[in-house]
T-cell receptor, first 115, second 117 residues
Framework: AQKITQTQPGMFVQEKEAVTLDCTYD???????LFWYKQPSSGEMIFLIY??????QNATEGRYSLNFQKARKSANLVISASQLGDSAMYFC????????????FGTGTRLQVTL | NAGVMQNPRHLVRRRGQEARLRCSPM?????VYWYRQLPEEGLKFMVY????????ESGMPKERFSAEFPKEGPSILRIQQVVRGDSAAYFC???????????????FGEGSRLTVL
């Protein structure tokens, strides 16, 4: 069975600074996908970024980038130039290829952006 | 292009009543997934459906919970005889094809928050 670990329950970052949210995963499968979602206080789940296990380059989406280190089984999210609106819960998740988008989520990291 | 639509956004039920949660997937999406989020936890997979078929219900509690995705209309998650432990946010997600996870094409609705008194 796969497992996602997010060891940072809460993080603070100053506006305009970069922040890294940690995520490690555990699976014996070779083919999988890694996701990050943002959940603001309003509660919706917002898709941020996706990395396939066979993708050779780290995924990037605007201010979000995924630092994928396959040998270490880590998939950290980097947010550059933090904004106040980035304050939210952030969830790392994974899905095994062929399991029809059945995601396993971590427990989340609460990010607070300060002035 | 509307996203995944869930209703109601908030639902209050007394113990023993039934709860029905609805999900309309994004246009063009025929794969629907339900997840549950207990307070202060991550989401947990419940069930995966395609039109008129339950494909994977390995995350569904064995009793009182059922899901359907009829040929016409939204997907329904039904909880009979609710108990306080059912209080949670229930999220629906949809993808255009089976390989949604392989391409990142999995999108969530805003969730339905069930409170059982």
């Amino acid at each position: 069975a796969q497992k996602i670990t997010q060891t940072q329950p809460g993080m603070f970052v100053q506006e305009k600074e970069a922040v890294t949210l940690d995520c490690t995963y555990d699976t014996s499968d070779q083919s999988y996908g890694l996701f990050w979602y943002k959940q603001p206080s309003s509660g919706e789940m917002i898709f941020l970024i996706y990395q396939g296990s066979y993708d050779e380059q780290n995924a990037t989406e605007g201010r979000y980038s995924l630092n994928f280190q396959k040998a270490r089984k880590s998939a950290n999210l980097v947010i550059s130039a933090s904004q106040l609106g980035d304050s939210a819960m952030y969830f790392c998740a994974m899905s095994l290829t062929g399991t029809a988008s059945k995601l396993t989520f971590g427990t989340g990291t609460r990010l607070q952006v300060t002035l | 292009n509307a996203g995944v639509m869930q209703n109601p956004r908030h639902l209050v039920r007394r113990r023993g009543q039934e709860a029905r949660l609805r999900c309309s997937p994004m246009k063009g999406h025929s794969h629907v997934y339900w997840y549950r989020q207990l307070p202060e936890e991550g989401l947990k997979f419940m069930v995966y459906l395609q039109k008129e078929n339950i494909i994977d219900e390995s995350g569904m509690p064995k009793e009182r919970f059922s899901a359907e995705f009829p040929k016409e209309g939204p997907s329904i998650l039904r909880i009979q005889q609710v108990v306080r432990g059912d209080s949670a946010a229930y999220f629906c997600a949809s993808s255009p094809r089976l390989a949604g996870a392989d391409t990142g094409e999995l999108f969530f609705g805003e969730g339905s928050r069930l409170t059982v008194l």
